[in-house]
């Protein structure tokens, strides 16, 4: 069914239009689509009382809003001011790209949200018992009761801890290595490590601050952060032999990694994590394990910048040398020792930029997809047909377009493809600039989904709370109708 007003595609069920608040039945939906009107606003909102049933007329300078948590959910009239309905025109323009993204993506405007208030506890100190019982829920013991959830929005800080730790020690084992050369190659997979699972790790246990039902436990997520992170960078590997599609890395990943959440979490508790918040963190896991992997390898392997390629490279060069009688064997060994150095900085280098760039990445994309289909999943058994829903499909769109934006040169590599310095350094800054417009388009989507979630959240545990109530009072007598009492003459009338 469309909306009569502005043609926007609703559910049968919906009341009101998503997108504009206008009411949807039979007779609405018989007459055509009228034109926006052009007049002022508060001339225009004295049509909207009779358009919203059962609704009061709205105070002087307002106009009626209709509100929906989530596809499918509730459905309630507010007013905002209507000086708020005529913006600017950058603005404007500002906000119908959001309306469009959010239109794709099935969700509403970001409401209440900031992120001064969100990081507000970052930096402050917590006390080191306070991270272990922060850390030890998920279980049939140490999952809250949905009457205790807080649906605010969460207050993050021990993802900047985790980040604290983990590269703190990347920059010690990377000064230990830079000191002592190749004499200490014992300390390479360490740092590799390090420098790969740093960032992704963080962005996951900031989700996972985020996941307020806390049904989630650390042992669930390490199981779909290693094994879903393996499963998803396999079977993209056995896609990318396929020739006709070796150039789309955005379609390639994000379905392989999105099949490796349902394959790691098919049967599993699938009754308690109904959520959509608990889509969003399976698939970060699966996402940061993809990305970790990833990196670990171009930080070895990497033509150009990867450790192995550069030592390689490097020390073909200098036995050249020897073998042409060019420098001495002292030199040789030297130069080969050097190579080491340079392999070692050129790894940290790459490190450095693919850790930075984690975030905005495989960890944020997968969890727009996860998130997407336990939307539609909820707490139903997976069947092949939720991924055909329209719901689950406009949403997933969007990280496999950002995902394909973010690759461009390896989609389309005929168009970078710079003959000069200066040709060079304007198609880095193009990638730079597109880099950056996807990472700012994929967390505002992803924020609008776990806003999206929090409403869920909270629309079931007023549902729970409710049925609380009723069953005290069923029990005790409190919710029985009473009839009143006939007035009785008084004797001997």
């Avoid at 059962?54 to 989530?70: E, F, I, L, N």
């Avoid at 708020?84 to 509403?108: C, E, F, W, Y």
């Avoid at 969460?154 to 002592?180: C, E, H, N, Q, S």
């Avoid at 950002?402 to 690759?407: E, F, I, R, V």
Wanted: aromatic residues 10%.
């Amino acid at each position: 069914m469309n909306c009569p007003r502005c043609g926007t595609a609703c559910l049968p069920e919906n009341k009101f239009c998503k997108n504009c608040g206008a009411p949807i039945s039979a007779a609405s939906s018989a007459q055509p689509a009228a034109a926006p009107s052009a007049g002022p606003q508060p001339a225009a909102s004295a049509a909207y009382p009779g358009a919203y049933p059962g609704t009061q007329a709205p105070p002087p300078g307002m106009v009626p809003v209709m509100y929906q948590a989530y596809p499918g959910g509730p459905q309630q009239v507010y007013y905002v001011p209507a000086q708020g309905m005529q913006p600017h025109a950058g603005v404007g323009l500002l906000q119908n790209i959001q309306a469009q993204i959010r239109k794709i993506a099935s969700t509403d405007q970001l409401e209440g949200f900031s992120l001064s208030q969100t990081f507000s506890e970052t930096f402050k100190h917590h006390d080191p018992r306070a991270e272990e019982e922060y850390a030890m829920v998920g279980s049939a013991l140490t999952t809250p009761p949905i009457e205790m959830v807080d649906t605010n929005w969460p207050k993050p800080w021990m993802f900047f801890r985790t980040l604290m730790a983990l590269a703190i020690a990347a920059v010690v084992l990377y000064g230990v290595f830079y000191f002592t050369g190749q004499d200490e190659m014992n300390l390479l997979p360490a740092l590799v490590f390090m420098g790969a699972f740093a960032m992704p790790v963080a962005a996951l246990v900031f989700i996972f601050e985020m996941n307020t039902p806390r049904n989630v436990s650390i042992v669930q997520l390490g199981k779909l952060f290693l094994v879903g992170g393996v499963v998803g960078l396999c079977m993209a590997i056995l896609e990318y032999q396929i020739q006709a599609i070796a150039n789309f890395p955005g379609p390639i990943e994000e379905s392989s990694k999105l099949l490796a959440v349902i394959l790691v979490m098919w049967g599993i508790r699938g009754a308690g994590y109904k959520y959509e918040l608990n889509g969003i963190l399976f698939g970060c896991a699966v996402g940061a394990g993809f990305a970790c992997f990833e990196t670990s390898g171009y930080a070895l392997f990497n033509s150009g910048s990867g450790f192995v390629s550069v030592l390689q490279t490097e020390t073909i060069q200098a036995v050249a040398k020897f073998a042409q009688g060019q420098i001495t064997q002292a030199q040789a060994i030297a130069a080969v020792n050097q190579a080491t150095i340079d392999a070692a900085k050129s790894m940290v280098g790459l490190l450095e930029l693919r850790g930075v760039l984690a975030p905005f990445g495989h960890v944020v994309w997968t969890a727009i997809a996860a998130g997407a289909f336990w939307r539609v999943k909820q707490d139903r058994p997976v069947s092949l047909g939720m991924l055909g829903d329209k719901r689950f499909l406009m949403a997933f769109l969007i990280p496999v377009l950002m995902h394909t934006l973010w690759d461009l040169t390896v989609t389309f590599p005929k168009l970078f493809n710079p003959t000069t310095q200066a040709q060079a350094s304007t198609d880095g800054y193009i990638m730079d600039g597109i880099m950056a417009f996807t990472a700012v388009i994929s967390w505002y989507v992803l924020f609008t989904m776990i806003q999206q979630g929090l409403n869920q959240v909270r629309d079931v545990k007023k549902a729970q709370l409710q049925a609380t109530l009723n069953h005290v009072e069923a029990t005790l007598g409190l919710g029985a109708r009473r009839y009143a009492m006939q007035p009785q003459a008084p004797a001997g009338v």
